[in-house]
């Protein structure tokens, strides 16, 4: 459990960065005093709603992983059935 805390410790303050730069790929770059303070402020927010997004991910990956595994075994089944007997 600690290890996935970690991970998306890690993963959302370059998240919210690489969102500031995407928002800087219209065209807009500030003077270095205003991007170091959005640099900030992307990270910070990077790290308070990126918690939001991963929870709200969660149902969809459990359901992606129970239809994986469940479609994996039936193919998996299927073949053996087919090729095997």
Not at 9 to 32: K, N, R
């Amino acid at each position: 459990m600690a290890i996935l805390v970690v991970s998306i410790l890690v993963a959302l303050i370059p998240g919210g960065l690489l969102w500031a730069i995407h928002e800087m790929q219209t065209g807009y770059f500030p003077s270095l005093s205003v991007m170091i303070d959005a640099f900030i402020w992307a990270a910070t927010t990077g790290l308070v709603v990126g918690w939001l997004i991963v929870g709200l991910s969660m149902p969809y990956n459990f359901l992606g992983l129970l239809v994986g595994y469940n479609l994996t075994r039936l193919v998996g089944k299927y073949l053996l059935k087919k090729y095997y007997q």
